[in-house]
């Protein structure tokens, strides 16, 4: 869920994996790696769901509700 979920938000924004993986500090490859299928470090997950304005909990797919909730 983690990879579909990554993939379509950098698809909305139509970026490329090498500016996601610079804004949130990683290499190119290591975001490339996340896009596949590897689960994110605890860090990487909030660095990409801030950088995207989303949900953790929607990133991880235990919920279909994007939004921050506060």
Do not use: C
């Not at 993939?7 to 290499?27: D, F, G, I, P, T």
Request: charge should be negative.
């Amino acid at each position: 869920m983690f990879a579909e979920r990554t993939r379509q938000l950098r698809a909305e924004r139509n970026l490329k994996q090498a500016e996601v993986a610079e804004e949130v500090q990683l290499s190119t490859r290591g975001y490339q790696d996340l896009e596949l299928g590897r689960l994110p470090k605890y860090e990487t997950l909030l660095h990409i769901a801030d950088f995207y304005g989303v949900s953790v909990d929607w990133l991880m797919g235990r919920t279909e509700r994007r939004e921050v909730w506060l």
